[in-house]
């Protein structure tokens, strides 16, 4: 019989759902290939003890008690599902310093507190897992992590946000204002009943402050992505910009200018109808690694709507069951840069340059 990898799950809405549905599907198959019996131990959850939820896993005890599940001498991994810095931030500090590996898909937590959670990781000998922090599904991170290992990255940017892609594209294809779009994108499921974080350009800033310390190893405060939102573009704009041969698209943009000093920016951008990126439409996302010797690279994949639960469980999922699966494991997965690391030059942002 395998070893059992033991998880508890802090946080149990939609996403925590979807990612027991996945488990226990693909357990037979993940045993096997992985050499671990995953089993789910513990669930906090303050929502669930008022309502109960469907898709619990069996045996699983059910609690209020956040920092109990974060600590419990049971639980080899955390998996966070609860958002924001707070209480989220220390919670992962307690799991972390009680030598449990963290599986996370936080980004604005990563980007505000990263680096000292992975120097806290590093330090544990535990795993600081996040790939399902930036563009969802697609394997990103580990890419910019293992793949490009031989060669220089120079810039990484890309369509980081499905919610402002789909109104955008919408936009560009039907000439409605904004506020339709919008409507339109909560009612499908693609936006939120508030939309700041994605359509003020600070859920991209977040991904590509993530994207940035991995692409350049160097520390990103998300203070110095400059970022601008889409809400002030008119139908007019996009009749202007396909008289040029170019749609509107919300970038994020990150490259290393001369000295080591890097550029970032989330904004709107006027890209050639020709290009790639312009062909990726509704709630998508694209990410594009600029490299010295072997050029470009785009990775696609979905970014908002109904695949959201499935999105983050699914990449949440693979990494968890990576965490605890030997030294090599725990040394790939804590990437962000660490304050007692040499660095390169601090990052810039495009009001300094």
Same mark, same amino acid.
């Given at each position: 019989?395998?070893?059992? &990898? ?15 549905? &996945? ?6 198959? &993940?045993?096997?290939?992985?050499? $671990? ?7 906090? /959850? ?9 898709? #619990? ?6 609690? =209020? ?13 955390? $998996? ?5 810095? =707070? ?5 992962? $500090? ?18 505000? @507190? ?9 330090? %544990?000998?535990?795993? #600081?897992?996040? =790939?399902? +922090?930036? +563009? ?35 936009? +560009? ?34 991904? &590509?402050?993530?994207?940035?310390? #991995?692409?350049?190893? %160097? ?30 698209? %919300? ?13 970032? *920016? ?5 890209? /050639? ?13 694209? $990410? %594009? ?18 695949? @959201?639960?499935?999105?983050?469980? /699914?990449?949440? *999922? ?21 304050? *007692? ?9 495009? @009001? *300094?340059?």
């Amino acid at each position: 019989m395998n070893t059992p &990898l033991r998880i508890g799950i802090l946080g149990f809405g939609t996403v925590g759902r979807a990612l027991v549905r &996945l488990v226990e599907a693909e357990s037979e198959r &993940l045993s096997r290939q992985l050499g $671990v019996e995953l089993r789910f131990v513990a669930i906090a /959850s303050r929502a669930l003890t008022r309502k109960p939820a469907g898709d #619990l896993p069996a045996g699983a005890r059910i609690g =209020e008690d956040l920092l109990a599940v974060a600590t419990a001498p049971d639980v080899d991994v955390v $998996v966070e599902l609860l958002g924001g810095l =707070e209480p989220a931030g220390p919670l992962l $500090v307690a799991a972390l310093g009680a030598g449990k590996s963290v599986v996370t898909a936080n980004k604005a937590l990563l980007a505000a @507190r990263g680096t000292e959670l992975a120097r806290l990781a590093r330090d %544990q000998g535990v795993a #600081l897992a996040f =790939e399902a +922090a930036v +563009a969802g599904g697609i394997p990103i991170l580990r890419a910019i992590r293992e793949s490009f290992t031989g060669d220089r990255i120079d810039a990484v940017s890309g369509i980081l946000n499905g919610t402002c892609n789909f109104i955008l594209t919408g936009m +560009a294809r039907t000439a409605r204002p904004y506020p339709g779009m919008l409507a339109e994108a909560q009612a499908l499921g693609y936006a939120e009943a508030d939309p700041a974080a994605d359509v003020e350009g600070t859920d991209a800033a977040c991904k &590509l402050a993530l994207l940035a310390r #991995l692409a350049f190893g %160097q520390d990103v405060p998300l203070g110095a992505v400059r970022t601008e939102g889409i809400t002030r573009l008119r139908p007019v704009d996009f009749v202007y910009a396909g008289m040029l041969g170019r749609t509107p698209r %919300q970038l994020g943009i990150a490259s290393r200018l001369a000295g080591g000093r890097l550029l970032l *920016s989330v904004r709107t951008h006027l890209v /050639s109808n020709e290009s790639m990126l312009a062909r990726v439409d509704g709630p998508f996302n694209a $990410v %594009q690694v600029s490299t010295a010797r072997a050029g470009d690279f785009v990775f696609t994949g979905r970014g908002a709507g109904e695949i @959201r639960p499935r999105r983050p469980s /699914s990449a949440t *999922s693979s990494r968890s069951l990576a965490a605890d699966r030997g030294p090599a494991c725990r040394r790939s997965e804590r990437t962000l840069p660490s304050p *007692s690391r040499p660095r390169a030059p601090p990052a810039s942002s495009p @009001r *300094s340059t």
